[in-house]
């Protein structure tokens, strides 16, 4: 059992920055590979970012590629997507992901989930 609470979106301008964190409690967090997914309107969710059980290892998507990072903390039982330089596709309901696997690839890998939190990127 496993709680992950979003924070930190909001609306932003083009070419401007948002830090997402994701608050987890329950299991030892660091058993967990993490990531955080991405559902635009009438689109799939989709991943966007994933992190390894420690941290060693990581994927972005194409399309976040040099403009996001994902961290995480395992003291803190946190994981953070750093967003900069956010264009209007970037807009969407983000949502954070636990997984029991070394690191998530896809949405089926996820075994909790956020209640998500919505990023609006206007130009």
């Known amino acids: 059992q496993v709680q992950l609470v979003e924070s930190g979106g909001g609306l932003v301008q083009t070419g401007g920055s948002l830090r997402l964190s994701c608050a987890a409690s329950?299991?030892?967090?660091?058993?967990?590979?993490m990531g955080w997914f991405r559902q635009a309107p009438g689109k799939e969710r989709e991943i966007v970012a994933a992190i390894s059980r420690t941290g060693g290892i990581t994927y972005y998507a194409d399309s976040v590629k040099g403009r996001f990072t994902i961290s995480r903390d395992n003291a803190k039982n946190t994981v953070y997507l750093q967003m900069n330089s956010l264009k209007p596709e970037d807009t969407a309901v983000y949502y954070c992901?636990?997984?029991?696997?070394?690191?998530?690839?896809?949405?089926?890998?996820?075994?909790?989930w956020g209640q998500g939190t919505q990023v609006t990127v206007s130009s």
């Open positions: 992901a636990a997984g029991y696997k070394f690191i998530l690839s896809a949405e089926l890998d996820a075994d909790y």
């Open positions: 329950g299991r030892t967090f660091s058993t967990f590979g």
